[in-house]
């Protein structure tokens, strides 16, 4: 019997094109297939550090089809590398599907580390990082963010998400309204790109300013 291959989760910069490990371009340069989330996105990497590997994406909107092939390429043997647009994969996005069903099926998952934005904005926070808690995007539905926010009323861990540039208003609004406007806030945008901004503010001046601006980039909140 033909022995499985191995899905290597590979981390990709989050903006800065060097910050990417000797080990992460080894294993995109050895892998027999690239799964990723956006083939525009992963081919300026590849390009970038002239490597080949073919790709195919991996599309949630057809997560059937996707996860078949995957199952498929690990039974044929093969490596498959798997990569998000950017920093981790599997974190707070779909990838954790194939994590799944690769190891239902009995083949080997190795995770390649390096950059990932949720720790980039935890250590330039200089609050608490003994204990924390990584809470994703919050949901959309009305009904689920009063739920999840209510989660967060009595929090006394230092919290991190992610959000969008289209509900950054909103949610740092929201989370005025339960953990106060003195609540310490680090609002990172587009870390390690040349437009990265660390803003050391409160909720209340966060959801100030909000109110005032139009958003854009790629947002961590501490």
Same mark, same amino acid.
């Given at each position: ?10 981390? @990709?910069?989050?903006?800065?094109? +060097?910050?990417?490990? =000797?080990? !992460? &371009?080894?294993?995109?340069?050895? $892998?027999?297939?690239? #799964? ?72 080997? @998952?190795?995770?390649?580390?390096? +950059?990932?934005?949720? =720790?980039? !904005? &935890?250590?330039?926070?200089?609050? $608490?990082?003994?204990? #924390? ?90």
């Amino acid at each position: 019997m033909k022995s499985l291959g191995t899905l290597f989760l590979v981390s @990709v910069p989050i903006g800065n094109l +060097a910050d990417i490990t =000797l080990r !992460a &371009l080894e294993t995109l340069k050895n $892998a027999d297939l690239l #799964f990723v989330e956006d083939k525009r996105v992963t081919s300026a990497l590849l390009k970038h550090y002239q490597i080949a590997t073919p790709q195919t994406r991996y599309d949630t909107r057809r997560l059937t089809e996707s996860l078949a092939l995957l199952k498929e390429t690990l039974e044929a043997g093969k490596n498959v590398a798997f990569v998000s647009d950017a920093g981790t994969p599997a974190i707070a996005d779909p990838g954790n599907r194939a994590v799944q069903e690769a190891l239902e099926m009995g083949a080997k @998952v190795v995770a390649v580390p390096g +950059a990932s934005a949720l =720790l980039t !904005a &935890l250590l330039s926070s200089g609050m $608490a990082t003994g204990r #924390f808690t990584f809470e994703g995007f919050p949901p959309v539905a009305p009904s689920d963010r009063h739920a999840f926010f209510t989660t967060l009323e009595n929090e006394s861990r230092t919290i991190i998400l992610y959000e969008t540039p289209r509900r950054l208003r909103s949610t740092l609004c929201t989370l005025e309204r339960y953990l106060g406007s003195e609540r310490r806030l680090l609002l990172a945008k587009d870390l390690t790109k040349p437009s990265e901004s660390l803003t050391h503010t409160t909720l209340g001046m966060a959801c100030h300013t909000a109110e005032k601006e139009t958003p854009k980039g790629e947002y961590t909140l501490v």
